[in-house]
């Protein structure tokens, strides 16, 4: 009949181990959710400062950034023709 005692000891062991399990799994997992909540808000304030950027029109180049335009200044040899190194 002692048996009886001993396996109902372990039952309610088990039990209480499972109960245990189940409140950590919960406090680790709102941990989670919390620190998602700060990664999505800190991927909010990256896009908003990408979108900030502006970038420069340099003179002499075309829209595409092909390289440099016909109409560059011929007094400035560094802002000549790119590809043959000469100004015009």
Not at 15 to 39: F, N, P, Q
Not at 44 to 50: A, C, K, M, N, S
Not at 64 to 84: I, K, L, W
């Amino acid at each position: 009949m002692i048996w009886v005692f001993v396996f109902a000891g372990i039952a309610l062991a088990g039990l209480v181990m499972v109960v245990s399990y189940a409140v950590w799994l919960i406090h680790k997992a709102a941990d989670v959710m919390g620190e998602v909540r700060v990664l999505l808000d800190r991927g909010g304030q990256l896009t908003d400062l990408i979108g900030q950027i502006q970038i420069p029109q340099f003179a002499g180049f075309d829209d595409d950034f092909a390289g440099f335009t016909d109409d560059v200044d011929s007094e400035h040899p560094v802002r000549g023709n790119y590809v043959t190194g000469l100004a015009k």
